[in-house]
């Protein structure tokens, strides 16, 4: 469960998140939608604690970014912009850093380790070097080594960016199947059909506030439209 | 917490094992830059001491059929004549030196053997160019063969006539030379200690670069500042691996120098080098307190720039900087003392430079030199943490 109430983050005169407060609750997908420079990556970095939020507070499993940041890290696992790698490091000694750096111990890790290989279908490149990943390759990886300490809660940002339609429904699938085990999962886009196709709630965000909130129906209803498209370009205001 | 240091250590010395650049700095060029240099700044100054001194060389002698004796003598100091120098007059001479066709030329006039038969005084016409530093030497060393033969000669006459020679030589110079051998290799191994430390900062520029601005850049950054460990124990687990690399440059340039000063003519400059394993040990052991303030003002300075490219021009400057206390005391001509092992980097370079003149160290010296270098890089890395911890640090 993550709860974010009356969030804000200045960035010297800029304002990057203002009031924004939303739910986004366990065994769900929750899309964070809004144009560039919204401030979904914000938000998702005061909620990894990397950032510290202005006002405001937020919760992930009941825990307080700002007063117990190393909590709050040991149970999420996030897939920031860009999905960074090591090049120098193969696939596996990627993976495996992280789930160090997070505590799990040796044999426990390596369990995992192969398993997610499988699930991830990452066999072909589990001990090649990541320099020569391809941008589905690498965003794989970056998914395993956020679920090697097998958080219950998933901060992605922007993860299908990049992705060919194949790796886009394996990826798809592979977040229902985390859904399914009661995991919550936050996930950010500026692509409205990738949301549509995968998140239970929708968070739609401009200019560092919330313009709607709520089920893709619900939405619906609510503008009176069917495409979901058309809200989104609605709420945000643009298009005029 | 530890154990998360470890693990930060372990992965950066692994990745940047794998690096070739960081391989090649660290590894080769830091440790084989020095000891290169050094063994062609010695192998220069014994070609120029034995050209002075040992090495037979050839000047033309204009007139050399009227002074056989002198030659005779001449040649027997190492200066021949040489054949077929083209020469015939005092001009022509002074035109090939001053071309600089020649260093020297010896002039003896056909009146030479009457003179001397005589009693009277003869006449050894010496050409040279006093502004050129290497026809100054050569007219130096003819100089003085011409006139130990004249003092010969002085001395056989007043034999003849029954007096002492030493009648005419009242004062006579004795001289004491104080340095030992060891001290003067000291003055060329003053170098030494500067490799020492350049080769161990060396070792350490990459890895600070690339644990912090580089990390950034690839952005693997934001994934590890969100893993539950503390951001103090990242920095201290990178600046650790760091360290390791520093260290392991440091030892290596040290074999190097153990292998490059064996072979190294040094008796021929009357110089004499204790820089055995039992010196590169010690060496070692004093620089080891310096690898991590190095490694912590790396860091630091890393931690504070935006780019990759950025730090790296930085640090260009940065690693200079210890360098600059060595320069100073080189200059000043600094003796060690209590108060100057305060000051890192030169209390080590004063405590090896001892050590290689084969000087006792005192132990309060080294105690005080370990612990302030090891205080001023824990200041270091509590300023680079600092750095490290701001939102910034994200770019």
């Known amino acids: 469960m993550i709860e974010i109430d009356a969030l804000s983050k200045r960035f ?59 909590a709050v890290r040991g149970i999420i696992g996030t897939l920031p912009h860009g999905a960074g790698l090591y090049p120098h490091l193969t696939a596996v000694q990627n993976i495996r850093y992280f789930g160090q750096l997070c505590g799990v111990d040796r044999p426990t890790l390596s369990g995992r380790i192969d398993r997610l290989v499988q699930q991830l279908d990452l066999g072909d490149i589990a001990n090649r070097k990541a320099k020569g990943f391809s941008q589905g390759e690498r965003t794989k990886v970056a998914l395993a080594r956020a ?39 936050l996930i950010s886009s500026h692509v409205m059909q990738e949301i549509s196709a995968l998140a239970d709630d929708l968070v739609i965000i401009a200019q560092g506030r919330i313009a709607a909130r709520g089920t893709p129906s619900e939405l ?5 439209n069917r495409d979901l498209e058309e809200i989104f370009v609605s709420a945000v205001g643009g298009e005029s | 917490m530890i154990s998360a240091i470890l693990t930060v250590c372990r992965k950066e010395i692994l990745d940047n094992s794998r690096d070739r650049r960081t391989v090649l700095t660290a590894i080769l060029l830091g440790p084989l ?85 005589s009693g009277t005084r003869a006449h050894v016409g010496l050409v040279y160019d006093v502004s050129d530093s290497a026809s100054s030497r050569r007219a130096g060393r003819i100089r003085g063969a011409v006139n130990a033969y004249s003092q010969q000669i002085g001395a056989l006459r007043l034999l003849a006539r029954g007096l002492d020679p030493s009648v005419v030589r009242p004062l006579v110079i004795d001289n004491f030379d104080v340095s030992t051998a060891d001290e003067r290799s000291s003055l060329l ?32 950054l934001e ?40 072979f190294m003519p040094f008796e021929q ?38 780019s ?77 943490i600092r750095l490290y911890e701001r939102e910034r640090i994200l770019g």
């Open chain 1, 220 to 224: 619906a209803a609510r503008y009176g």
């Open chain 1, 147 to 185: 679920l090697v300490h097998e958080p219950p809660h998933l901060l992605l940002d922007e993860p299908t960016s990049g992705l060919d339609v194949m790796a886009v429904r394996q990826l798809r699938r592979r977040l229902r199947e985390l859904a399914g085990e009661g995991r919550c999962i």
């Open chain 2, 33 to 117: 830059l020095g000891p290169i240099i050094l063994v062609m700044v010695i192998n220069l100054t014994v070609s120029q001491a034995r050209s002075s001194a040992e090495r037979a060389i050839h000047v033309p002698i204009v007139g050399a059929d009227h002074a056989d004796n002198l030659v005779a003598f001449l040649a027997s100091r190492g200066i021949r004549a040489s054949q077929r120098h083209g020469l015939t007059s005092i001009d022509e001479a002074m035109n090939a030196v001053r071309n600089g066709d020649r260093e020297a030329v010896v002039f003896i006039d056909a009146s030479f053997g009457d003179e001397l038969a």
């Open chain 2, 308 to 384: 990759y490219k950025e730090a790296q021009s930085y640090l260009g400057f940065v690693i200079l900087v210890p360098t600059l206390p060595l320069i100073v005391a080189s200059i000043m001509n600094v003796r060690p003392s209590l108060a100057l092992m305060a000051v890192p980097s030169l209390s080590q370079h004063l405590l090896i430079t001892n050590l290689i003149r084969g000087e006792p160290i005192e132990p309060l010296m080294l105690a005080l030199s370990v612990a302030s270098t090891l205080l001023l890089g824990a200041l270091l890395a509590y300023a680079a």
């Open chain 2, 269 to 306: 400059l009357g110089m004499s080098t204790s820089f055995g394993p039992g010196t590169a040990l010690f060496a070692f052991l004093v620089l080891t307190p310096f690898a991590p303030l190095g490694a912590a003002l790396l860091t630091a300075v890393a931690s504070f720039t935006k």
């Open chain 1, 12 to 70: 010297g005169k800029i304002s990057a998140l203002s009031e924004v407060s939303f739910r986004a609750r366990d065994g769900r997908i929750t899309g964070l939608l809004g144009p560039n420079g919204a401030g979904k990556s914000t938000c998702l970095r005061v909620l990894s604690t990397v950032l510290r939020p202005s006002k405001g507070t937020a919760r992930l499993g009941g825990i307080d970014v700002v007063a117990e940041p190393l």
């Open chain 2, 189 to 220: 191994l003053g170098m030494l200690t500067y490799f020492l430390l350049f080769a161990t900062l060396m070792g350490g520029i990459y890895l600070a670069t690339d644990t912090t601005a580089g990390e950034r850049e690839r952005k693997s």
């Open chain 2, 223 to 262: 994934p590890l500042l969100a893993t539950p460990v503390p951001r103090s124990s990242l920095l201290l687990g990178k600046m650790a691996a760091t360290v390791v690399f520093m260290l392991l440059s440091l030892a290596l340039t040290l074999a190097c120098f153990m292998v490059a000063l064996r």
